[in-house]
């Protein structure tokens, strides 16, 4: 299962990880820096998964012999990190996050064709990854403002298993992360 502290809240990992405590179900913990996103914090990702009880292994996609031997460092020689940081990705994904499970629909059953589902991944990790902002800003520039796309029939809202309101989103969040 992704298990690291930022999918912990904004994927729900916790309660994935609380059904496998409890129904006795090794746990194999993937990305555990996130496809790199926390790579700036990589000791406290690794203390994170360290700490939880149940964990068996951890898939952390080493390619490098010498990314490999970090990784195992990290594990094993792990520090007294404050936690707080969780606190605060918490706090961070609840004020500026757009939930989102990856369904997809609300992009399938868009009238105009919008990635309304590209966009919301792509804003997200935007607001935390230097590198994914340049690649949300080449995406609007290729592809356009999505509230410029927009014809408001609130298609997507219905779809949608949060009833996230993406004209809303596009006017107040999407849009107002300018290139």
């Not at 930022?6 to 405590?21: G, Q, R, T, V």
């Not at 105009?112 to 690649?135: C, E, G």
Request: charged share 20%; proline share 4%.
């Amino acid at each position: 299962m992704p298990l690291n502290f930022f999918d912990w809240y904004l994927c729900d990992s916790e309660n994935n990880y609380n059904l496998a405590i409890e129904k006795n179900i090794p746990i194999i913990a993937q990305a555990p820096l996130k496809g790199g996103l926390l790579k700036d914090c990589a000791q406290e990702a690794y203390n994170f998964i360290t700490s939880l009880r149940g964990v068996d292994s951890i898939l952390c996609g080493n390619t490098r012999i010498e990314s490999l031997e970090l990784t195992k460092n990290y594990i094993e020689n792990p520090i007294q990190t404050d936690f707080n940081y969780i606190e605060y990705i918490k706090n961070y994904q609840k004020n500026n996050f757009i939930n989102c499970i990856g369904c997809n629909k609300c992009s399938q059953i868009c009238p105009n064709h919008i990635p309304i589902y590209t966009f919301i991944q792509m804003y997200n990790r935007a607001l935390v990854d230097s590198i994914s902002f340049k690649d949300y800003c080449l995406l609007k520039t290729s592809i356009g403002e999505p509230i410029n796309l927009c014809s408001d029939c609130g298609k997507c809202k219905d779809i949608c298993p949060f009833g996230t309101d993406f004209i809303k989103i596009f006017h107040d969040k999407i849009f107002e992360l300018r290139v």
